[in-house]
Each structure stands twice: as C-alpha cells, then as structure tokens.
C-alpha cells in the first residue's frame, strides 16, 4: 500500500514538473519584446531520496567498527606473527585402561596437558573407581604398579585440575573427543582443534580419519608410537 502512494506521488510530481516547463507561446508582438524564462524545477526524484545520502556514504566505515577492534588482537588459537602458537593454546592426550568383565569399557587412567611451547602443565596417573582388568599395556605402558605410586590422583582431582588448566584455552588434540569423555569434561567447539578431524592436515590421497602416528610421520618427519605410547 505504501509503495502503491509513493508511486502515485512521483507519478504525479514528474507529470507537474513537465506541465509547468512547457510555457504557452505569447503573440508575436510580445514574443518580440519579451523573452520569457522558462521556470526550473527540483528532478522528481529529489523528493524520494534522502538530501544527505553522500554525507552518509562518506561517513561509512569500510569495516564494521566491533569487527575493527577484533583485528587489533589475535584470533582466538591463531599462531602469533612469528609462526608461534598463541599463548592461549595449550594440548591434551590421555590414556585410557579396560574396565568390566571384558576390558572393553573405557576409564581414565592418565592425563598429560602441554601449553603453547610444549611445557608440561600436568602429566599425572589417575587410579580408576573401578577395577581394571585389562590395563592395555602394549599400548598404553601402564601397569597396576603405575597405578599404586604415591603420586596418583583420583577421577575427581584430575578431572578438577584438568578442568581448570582447559578453561579458557583452544584446546588441541587427536580425536580430542575421547580425552573430554574420559574426562567427564565438555569444552566449546570453537575452543577446540582437532588434528583428526582437519582435512587439511591430511597427507595426500588420505580420505579416511589419519593416524596420529601418520600425522606425525608426514609434516614432522618423526616416528611415534612404535611401541607403547606416551601421552
């Protein structure tokens, strides 16, 4: 309805302009002594169209002002000019025992969490509420004696100091997901970096999910996990 009078409007003020341009002929005698001037008018089109238009195009910024003060600080988990990793960056790895009649069932066994230059913030083995019937040596090289030492903590105290090292920080890990369920923890999906789920990480001709060891092996030269691992 707006748009119907708007029209009917500029309609009508073109349909003015033009009437009031064409002046009627005098007789030749007045022509003769009297040039008359044909009146000027403001386009149609004036009207319609706010008069500050190229005040406010000149004004306008050419990035949003929020998105502006975002650029003066490092993205979240960004490297650092120097190809650093930011300093709020900081990567986890746990190692997980059997539990129940079969050994199937997963449980927290240790954790090791890393800053952004590799200092090892915590590194500590965690005795299970449950009994292990199978520790999965060849793999993760613990056995009941690691899970005796004085030094091991309980679910409760690690998942606690884990939870405050990770709040606030990109966390980065291979199929992280499994550490954070073995954790009992949740962490926001931006948050994290997942060098099992990046596809640009993947060696070429690689189309399923790679293993950390195949990772490791192509962008850093290195073997790991020959034998058991090492969180």
Known sequence: MVVDVLK???????????????????????????????KTFEPAHKFF??????????RKPEIAPKAAAGEKSTP??????????????????CEMVGVGDDGVRSVLARVSIVDHEGKVLMD????????????????????????KRPDVISEDAARKMAADLLTGKVVVGHSVQNDF??????????????????????????????????LAEHWLQESIQTGQHDS
């Open 8 to 38: 009917k409007l500029k309609k009508d003020a073109v349909a003015r302009q033009r009437k009031e341009q064409h002046v009627p002929r005098q007789n030749s005698q007045a022509a003769s002594s009297v040039t008359p001037k044909a």
């Open 49 to 58: 169209v706010s008069s500050n238009w190229k005040t406010l195009l000149e």
């Open 76 to 93: 979240v988990g960004h490297a650092q000019s120097d190809g650093s990793a930011a300093s709020n960056v900081v990567a986890i790895d």
């Open 124 to 147: 500590r083995f965690v005795r299970p509420k449950e009994f292990v019937t199978d520790f999965r040596k060849h793999i993760t090289g613990i056995t009941a004696g690691h899970l």
């Open 181 to 214: 369920q073995a954790l009992l923890l949740s962490h926001p999906h931006i948050m994290i970096r997942d060098t099992a789920l990046f596809k640009p990480l993947r060696p070429p001709g690689q189309t399923r999910t790679p293993a950390l060891k195949k």
